[in-house]
């Protein structure tokens, strides 16, 4: 087996260390401002210690889904394999979250690859 292409797509939303402490001071506006403070202290410590400044999110308000995010980056790869003239799927298999199956599950799964599956359009 060969991996013709890869394809990643995170989530939309980024949040910096600030932003996720300016959200815990906001959360917690009606605490005593002082322990508050020692407690975004601590906070900010351990987000140094664990070495990332920014994470990503799914941003909920535009309807982004962990399902969303696996079918677009999927989908990515499979376009970028046929581009190069590489078949991405040969029957009888189909992808999902680029695992390939085989045919009985295919058919449904590949409903979102309609445009670049061949088990869609020979099941219908």
Same mark, same amino acid.
């Given at each position: 087996?060969?991996?013709? /292409?890869?394809?990643?797509? +995170? =989530?939309s %939303?980024?949040?910096?260390?600030?932003?996720l402490?300016?959200?815990?001071?906001?959360?917690?506006? %009606?605490?005593?401002? &002082?322990? +508050?403070?020692?407690?975004?202290?601590?906070?900010?410590?351990? +987000?140094? *210690?664990?070495?990332?400044? !920014?994470?990503?999110?799914?941003? %909920? *308000?535009t309807?982004?889904?962990?399902?969303?995010l696996? @079918? &677009?980056?999927?989908?990515?790869?499979?376009?970028?394999? @046929? *581009?190069?003239?590489? !078949?991405?799927?040969? =029957? =009888?298999?189909? +992808?999902?979250?680029?695992?390939?199956?085989? !045919?009985?599950?295919?058919?449904?799964?590949?409903?979102?690859?309609? /445009? @670049?599956? =061949?088990?869609?359009?020979?099941?219908?």
């Amino acid at each position: 087996m060969r991996i013709e /292409s890869i394809s990643v797509r +995170l =989530p939309s %939303k980024c949040v910096s260390n600030d932003d996720l402490l300016e959200e815990i001071r906001a959360v917690n506006a %009606k605490a005593d401002a &002082e322990e +508050l403070e020692r407690y975004c202290r601590h906070i900010r410590l351990l +987000l140094l *210690q664990a070495g990332s400044r !920014t994470r990503f999110y799914r941003n %909920k *308000q535009t309807g982004e889904t962990a399902i969303s995010l696996i @079918v &677009e980056a999927a989908d990515r790869a499979l376009r970028a394999a @046929v *581009q190069r003239g590489r !078949t991405a799927l040969r =029957p =009888p298999f189909g +992808l999902c979250a680029g695992l390939l199956l085989e !045919t009985p599950l295919a058919p449904e799964i590949d409903e979102r690859f309609l /445009s @670049v599956s =061949p088990i869609a359009d020979r099941n219908r």
